[in-house]
């Protein structure tokens, strides 16, 4: 494909890098003549010094002919006029960087519409839907979210004294927009009929709305157990902490926030009235961190944009007993060397806006019938677009026999994710996610993904 | 805006019955018919546009609100409703949130002030209190006066 990237900072050239060595042309701009000649040499393709803004430096980057491009600088506005211009002079599909804020105000003002976007992200919160993932799910077992977080996927075993040992799946009365995709039980892993019955120590892949989801695996993990939200500390009230915040207040989360800086905490804690206790400190200290009992949470998120301070209140956190920690990392390198070191260190998991930004990209550079999301112990996460040849298009999925190993998990029809019911019509253009078995996957291919 | 002033008790849905957004914005905006604020045509286009408007992006705010907006050539004024469901209803907001209230507003097309009243609303129903004070209302006057109150 020919793809042009706008901005060479951290998440332009990580996507850049990443992309090197592919079968792809390349084509960077970027505005800061240092930044442009550092990348040069680290990416393979063309970088153009200038502004992404210029039509003249557009189309002398081949806009024309261009299938993909990505706005990525940190600038909003640089971003929306980029997309527009690159639209204008012919390229395919633009896919826009945007702050929180933005993102915020797109229900008063139709930002795709009138900038010519394809697609709209931000990186503060795909990194929380991320970060969010690892707190709903304290048992630390695969979780995958799709459709930016409207379901999800989880597995959890059944442990011995839970309630459902013995049960049938139709007993167990799922919620509606819940379902079991497989079981794996010693070494075998099965889609199961409604008459099967829960046995101790099954491994459940369970899918669904989110909230729905988190309910039902807490019931099916133990009788005793309750459900609980996790108590969780975040250093800093930046667009990460707060995008955070957000996102996991729905499940029942108690949320302390530290901010340092007097007036943003001011406003941060009216904006999360009711959600979210904000704490004006500078939790670098040690002494700050003691005074709050941070020792008693389940999780301490570090969001500050500094990667060292992120990581050593993570190891101050750790040492004063908190469950798990959980820093955001910044530099791409930095990442990778603490990931690495993440269980002599006592880290959970380390969290790098970067990457998860790349991760998301990569879907769109792909002239693929489909593509792999993920392997779970039930098979592969499988993402198609219904195209007009597929032989399920147009079709209600009743209908459809599906080959045995894998089923449906979710339809998406513009913005709206659902769990497909038997009534649901596919249709082309329609993004479909599978769990898929390997003995089912040719197959499904050939019915679904043509 | 004022809207203790723009809205009558009729205009009030105090316990909403649907569990969708498309069902929520069908709801409200056959009330407005109902109540005769609006024409049977204006009613079938507004709830088109508006479940349309909603594929797009959603119109839920966050913090268990959500403003569904449109534009009709069929209305001289801003006209507007509002909706409370104390189960709330899934508008997959941006917080992911489920929605308590919903104020929907089919707007003149000549309306050139449109973004200052939508950002007016939704700044209205951050600030302190003014959520629970709606949860806790018990009749359409209590929730008039829960909007006089803070206004």
């Given at each position: ?18 992309l ?18 550092s ?16 039509v003249?430096?557009?189309l ?62 931000s990186?503060?919160r ?17 979780i ?16 011995e ?20 995709a ?7 892993s ?15 892949t ?62 941060l ?24 009992q941070?020792?008693i ?8 944009h ?14 004063l ?20 070191a ?6 959970k998991e ?37 195209r ?9 999925v009743?209908?459809?026999?599906l ?12 913005i ?16 479909v ?18 | ?38 024409t ?17 992006t959603t ?18 004024e ?10 709330g ?63």
């Amino acid at each position: 494909m020919n793809i042009i990237i706008i901005g060479a900072g951290q998440i332009g050239l990580h996507l850049a890098r990443s992309l090197s060595g592919a079968a792809h042309d390349i084509i960077v701009i970027e505005s800061n003549e240092k930044l442009a000649e550092s990348s040069a040499s680290e990416i393979d393709g063309r970088v153009i010094t200038g502004s992404g803004t210029s039509v003249e430096l557009l189309l002398e980057a081949g806009i024309a002919e261009s299938d993909l491009l990505f706005a990525l600088t940190s600038n909003d506005s640089t971003n929306l006029i980029a997309c527009k211009l690159a639209k204008e002079l012919g390229t395919k599909k633009t896919i826009c960087r945007v702050s929180p804020l933005l993102l915020k105000e797109e229900w008063m003002f139709d930002y795709r519409s009138n900038f010519a976007l394809d697609h709209i992200f931000s990186s503060e919160r795909l990194s929380a839907i991320e970060i969010s993932k690892h707190i709903r799910n304290p048992e630390g077992i695969a979780i995958q979210e799709i459709a930016r977080g409207r379901i999800e996927i989880q597995q959890i075993r059944i442990p011995e004294d839970s309630n459902a040992c013995g049960k049938s799946l139709l007993e167990l009365n799922l919620p509606e927009r819940v379902r079991v995709a497989s079981i794996q039980r010693t070494e075998r892993s099965f889609v199961p009929t409604a008459k099967e019955k829960i046995e101790p120590n099954d491994q459940i892949t369970l899918f669904g709305d989110p909230s729905r989801l988190s309910k039902t695996a807490t019931s099916l993990r133990s009788k005793t157990e309750k459900e609980k939200g996790a108590n969780v500390v975040i250093l800093g009230g930046g667009e990460y902490g707060l995008s955070l915040a957000q996102m996991i207040s729905p499940w029942n989360c108690q949320i302390r926030i530290f901010e340092k800086n007097q007036d943003h905490a001011e406003a941060l804690a009216e904006e999360l009235a009711g959600k979210a206790t904000v704490i004006h400190a500078d939790a670098a200290s040690l002494n700050e961190l003691r005074e709050e009992q941070v020792g008693i949470a389940d999780f301490f998120v570090a969001t500050t944009h500094s990667d060292e301070d992120n990581v050593m209140t993570c190891l101050q956190a750790k040492n004063l007993g908190t469950k798990s920690c959980i820093p955001l990392i910044h530099r791409t390198d930095y990442a990778n060397a603490v990931n690495q070191a993440k269980s002599q260190l006592g880290i959970k998991e380390v969290i790098s806006p970067r990457e998860v930004v790349r991760r998301e990209l990569m879907r769109f550079i792909t002239s693929d019938k489909y593509h792999i999301v993920k392997k779970i112990p039930a098979g592969e996460i499988i993402e198609t677009t219904i195209r007009e040849k597929s032989k399920v298009a147009g079709k209600a999925v009743g209908e459809i026999s599906l080959p045995p190993g894998s089923i449906f998990v979710a339809i998406i029809k513009g913005i709206h994710a659902k769990v497909p019911r038997a009534t649901d019509m596919i249709e082309v253009g329609d993004t479909v996610f599978s769990i898929v078995s390997e003995e089912a996957k040719k197959s499904f291919l050939k019915l679904v993904a043509k | 805006m004022e809207l203790a002033n723009t809205l009558t008790t009729k205009q009030i849905v105090p316990e909403m019955i649907s569990t969708t957004s498309a069902e929520a914005i069908e709801e409200l905006v056959t009330e407005l018919h109902g109540i005769g604020i609006i024409t049977e045509s204006c009613k079938t286009n507004s709830i088109h546009l508006l479940i349309e408007r909603e594929d797009k992006t959603t119109t839920g705010i966050g913090s268990g609100v959500a403003i569904p907006h449109t534009f009709s050539s069929e209305v001289k004024e801003i006209t507007m409703i509002f909706g409370r469901s104390m189960e709330g209803i899934d508008f997959e907001a941006i917080d992911n949130n489920p929605v308590n209230f919903v104020v929907l507003f089919i707007m003149p097309e000549n309306n050139k002030n449109h973004l200052q009243t939508l950002s007016a609303i939704a700044k209205f129903f951050t600030k302190g209190g003014i959520r629970k004070k709606l949860l806790e209302a018990n009749t359409k006057e209590d929730i008039i006066n829960a909007f006089k109150e803070q206004e």
